[in-house]
Every structure is written in structure tokens, then in C-alpha cells.
């Protein structure tokens, strides 16, 4: 309470940029390198900065920029996000006896080692498309909640995707179809059981092992077998599969949030009263559309254990 009026609070400092290699580290002695944007957030018992203008219980966000490269120096190992994320969250929880709660979130950058005459270079990087990222809540008393994700995997399929069945009304326009491209930009959180750190593989590789596997899944459910496919009956059918294809492969992921646009591709019809076959749409020219585009989200989760 402050001044009669509840007051939530929190502060921290977004969008931390840090780079960290580690040298011939990596396969064949090859160096490995992480470029991560990490955004700090605590939650402390510091309310009378607010109310009476005394800091003397902010940590201030510079000194939590600091310790993001600090803390890179410390990591010895080549170490995935999350962990980063959670030797973090430790450190302003452990540290600081007045801060309660640490919320860190990061977001990789790709840095993909680059094949050159069909052998990966020792030293050579290129920018990969999708991100990893994590978001790691650690309370003082080491409740953790430990969510793990992908930002920017763009799919598309040529065929194997219709849309039928859904209401007509005076206002609908749209087609049915059985024949239609089918493109997105997967959004996904995956939420682990994990629910202290003593409960977290130790095993170095996880995270990112974890992140491979699950991208797999993600993508094998979407496009289904390289010579046949899958046939799609819409955004929401294929979502809800890809979705019960991880719950049901990794028993210690609690949840999946999944978002994928509908990104259209338009058939392109040319006619004119003098020419009505000028270009007719063969399931050859499209026109493709970034805006608007179909929005379809849900989260699967696996029930709460009746004990
Ligand atoms: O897969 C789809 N789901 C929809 O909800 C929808 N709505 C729409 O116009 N096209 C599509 N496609």
C-alpha cells in the first residue's frame, strides 16, 4: 500500500545486447558464438522510491546491464539461453535481499556456422531466419516457471491445404477450396514442468537439444512426409496437431502456445470483358499478401494432476 492505493512495481532494463565466443569450443574444434538481447525486469521491495523519492533500495538498471556481461564472462561453457537466463534470475534474487522476483527474457540471434566446400568453417557465421528464445521467472525462494520458444519460422506448403465448411453469410466472399497454398510465421512458447531449478536436467545441451527437437516436431507435423505431405483443413487443424505432436513426444513440456498467421497467397485472375481468359488461375500465379493476414492462436495444456 502507498498513499491508500495498492501500487504493483517492477523495473529493469530491455534489450541488453551481448555477444559471447567461445573459442574451439564447437565441433572440430570449430568456435562457437551466441549474440543474445536479453531484457531484465525485477520485482523488489522498493516502493519507497516511488513515494518518497528515496533510491536507496533500486538496483539500478545500469549496474543490471552490467552484470549481463559480467555474468557472459563468467560462463566458461558454451551455455544455451535459458541457462544464461537462469544464472541471471539467480544472481538478482540471491544477491539482493530485497529483490523478489527476476523476469528475464532473451532472444538469440541465429548465428549459423557457414559450409564452405562442403565442410563447416572453423570460424564463419551466417545469419540463420527463426529465434530462439526463452523467459525465465525465478522467485526468491527458487519457484521457477521456465518457458522456452521460437519467433520468425516462416513455413509455406504449395498444396495440401483447403478450406471448406465454415459459415456463409451475406458478407462472405471467400471460396471453398481443396487447392490453396498454405503459408505462416510460427510463433511458439513451450512452458516446462521444471518448477525449481534443482529440477532441471543437468546435462549442458538440453535447452538447445530441446529446441532443436521441438523446431523438428514443429515442422515434421506441418509439412507431414517429404513425398506425399499432409492434407491441411485449415490453419487451426494443422496448429492443434503440431501442438499435440510435441505434448505427446516430451512429457516435460506443460503447455504449448502456438500463433500462426495466416500469411495469403492470392490467385491471381486477369480477365476483361474482351479477353476473359487474358491469365486464368491454374494454381500457377499468385499474389502474395502480408497485410491483412489471418491470426490464429491457442495454447494446449496438459491437465492439472488430481491428486
Ligand atoms: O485455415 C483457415 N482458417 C480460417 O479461420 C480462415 N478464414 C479464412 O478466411 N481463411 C481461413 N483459413
Not at 545469419?127 to 521456465?146: I, M, N, P, Y
Not at 471453398?176 to 543437468?202: D, G, N
Request: proline share 5%.
Amino acid at each position: 500500500m502507498a498513499g491508500g492505493f495498492n501500487l504493483e512495481q517492477q523495473h529493469g532494463k530491455g534489450r541488453v545486447r551481448v555477444s559471447r565466443v567461445w573459442r574451439k569450443a564447437g565441433e572440430g574444434g570449430a568456435d562457437v558464438i551466441v549474440e543474445w538481447n536479453v531484457s531484465i525486469s525485477l520485482l523488489s521491495d522498493c516502493l519507497e522510491a516511488y513515494t518518497d523519492g528515496d533510491n536507496s533500495s533500486i538496483v539500478a538498471t545500469d549496474t543490471m546491464k552490467n552484470t549481463v556481461y559480467a555474468k557472459a564472462k563468467e560462463c566458461t561453457e558454451v551455455e544455451s539461453p535459458e541457462s544464461f537466463a537462469i544464472r541471471l534470475a539467480k544472481h538478482f534474487t540471491s544477491f539482493y535481499p530485497k529483490v523478489t522476483t527476476a523476469i528475464i527474457s532473451i532472444v538469440e540471434k541465429p548465428w549459423e556456422q557457414v559450409v564452405v566446400d562442403g565442410r563447416p568453417h572453423v570460424h564463419g557465421f551466417k545469419l540463420g531466419s527463426e529465434k530462439h528464445t526463452t523467459e525465465v521467472t525465478l522467485k526468491k525462494f527458487d519457484a521457477l516457471r521456465l518457458i522456452s520458444g521460437i519467433q520468425g519460422l516462416s513455413l509455406l506448403k504449395t498444396t495440401q491445404s483447403g478450406f471448406e465448411g465454415f459459415i456463409r453469410d451475406r458478407y462472405t466472399l471467400l471460396p471453398e477450396t481443396k487447392e490453396r497454398m498454405l503459408a505462416t510465421e510460427v510463433t511458439a512458447f513451450w512452458r516446462f514442468q521444471f518448477e525449481s531449478i534443482s529440477a532441471i536436467p543437468t546435462k549442458s545441451k538440453f535447452f538447445n537439444e530441446r529446441y532443436r527437437d521441438v523446431k523438428k516436431v514443429i515442422v515434421d507435423t506441418f509439412f507431414g512426409p517429404p513425398n506425399s505431405g499432409v492434407y491441411s483443413p485449415s490453419v487451426q487443424n494443422t496448429l492443434y496437431l503440431m501442438a499435440v505432436a510435441v505434448l505427446n513426444r516430451f512429457p516435460d513440456i506443460a503447455s504449448i502456445q502456438l500463433s500462426m498467421p495466416n500469411i495469403h497467397f492470392l490467385p491471381v485472375n486477369l480477365s476483361s470483358k474482351d479477353n476473359p481468359n487474358l491469365v486464368k488461375f491454374a494454381d500457377d500465379v499468385y499474389l502474395p499478401t502480408d497485410e491483412p493476414h489471418g491470426t490464429i492462436e491457442a495454447t494446449l495444456s496438459r491437465p492439472l494432476s488430481k491428486l
